[in-house]
């Protein structure tokens, strides 16, 4: 474990937060921000600590100036990497699967959250961190940002979740080109195909999510989940269940009492002191 965490004892993952934000930063910058096992660990009990106190938004973000995460550790002193080609040479499909289940179980859980979810695309995301960048609800992009579906270089396909993601939100027709090239697409063609929301300022990716993520948590926290749980599902519905489907969230929001905060402080003229709900 020594050599997974690059010999040091710092966290492969940080959280930082208050009230209303929490930062999470993928912390492997002399690895471009890669995923090994430590890294997982540490993730999860990231998640975990929200699961427990949930802000009104979440951002992710990589550390350093160059990447937000180059996906994947293949490096040999990955264990996850060494008992995966073990269970490949001997014909054993369990392990694979749960290995693909225990990743594929730690994005879940940060992007089902339910506050919204901002990627901060500070540099590179290839092949998994473009996965975990397109299964959040937004992304802000620093103009250096490139992304690349890159696992079929390596013989390997999106298994994060990220090719079901992507082609929910750009098209099929782009995501198969995206994916089955593994073309890297610079930051002004991830904005102009629909792959990002916005790009930041250089070197001020974090600083715009954050920016995106107060304007957020400024409006009433059971409205944004409401419509952020109906947004998520909707996709997946037929018409008349994602109407359904509305209308009950909306019901469920009106008789929640947070609409008389905000309506009486807009005829008051003063901004709502919206409660979070209950955790």
Known sequence: MGKERDAMTRPTALLERDESVAIIT???????????KAFWDDFNLLVDDIVRKPPRVVIVTGAGR???SAGFDVNPDNSLVSSLFDAVMRGERQPVEELIRFIRTSVDRLVTLPVPVIAAVNGLAFGGGAELAVRCDLRIADPCAVFSFSEVKLGLMPDHGGAVALQRLIGTARAVELILTGKKVNAVEALQMGLVNQLS??????????????????NGPRAVRASLAVLRQAGDLPAAEALALESTQAVDLILSKECVAGI???LSGRKPGFIDPPR
């Open 26 to 36: 993928l912390n492997r910058p002399e690895r471009h921000n890669t995923f090994n």
């Open 66 to 68: 160059h990447a937000f």
């Open 201 to 218: 300022e250089p070197g001020q990716c974090l600083g715009g999510a954050l920016e995106l993520a107060r304007t957020i948590a400024a």
């Open 264 to 266: 009486t402080a807009f």
